[in-house]
Nanobody, 123 residues
Framework: QVQLVESGGGLVQAGGSLRLSCAAS????????MGWFRQAPGKEREFVAA????????NYADSVKGRFTISRDNAKNTVYLQLNSPKPEDTAGYYCVAGDWGTSPSPRRYAYWGQGTQVTVSS
């Protein structure tokens, strides 16, 4: 079993920055692919970014490419999502996920999900 706990969400102005963190426990963290999804009210769940176990490969949704950065610190069992220049349309609940391998954008590839942290971007 894997436990994922997100933190760092909140209110941010458009054009500002925010960093989300996800602390993982219960599994060999460095062997797990990690990622972030988001879901806004009335919208479908959306892939944001993913990173392989050793951090050698990353994948981003086109909507965040160049603005968001996913990274991980295996010594701290933590994955991060840096939000730079967020836009109001980035407002959503952000969910940390863990899977076996790869950087797939499919939610079915991730067996473990956190409870989420809310990000609200004001214009």
């Amino acid at each position: 079993q894997v436990q994922l706990v997100e933190s760092g969400g909140g209110l941010v102005q458009a054009g500002g920055s925010l960093r989300l963190s996800c602390a993982a426990s219960g599994r060999t963290f460095s062997s797990s692919a990690m990622g972030w999804f988001r879901q806004a009210p009335g919208k479908e769940r959306e892939f944001v970014a993913a990173i392989t176990g050793r951090g050698s490969m990353t994948n981003y949704a086109d909507s965040v490419k160049g603005r968001f950065t996913i990274s991980r610190d295996n010594a701290k069992n933590t994955v991060y999502l840096q939000l730079n220049s967020p836009k109001p349309e980035d407002t959503a609940g952000y969910y940390c996920v863990a899977g076996d391998w790869g950087t797939s954008p499919s939610p079915r590839r991730y067996a473990y999900w956190g409870q989420g942290t809310q990000v609200t971007v004001s214009s």
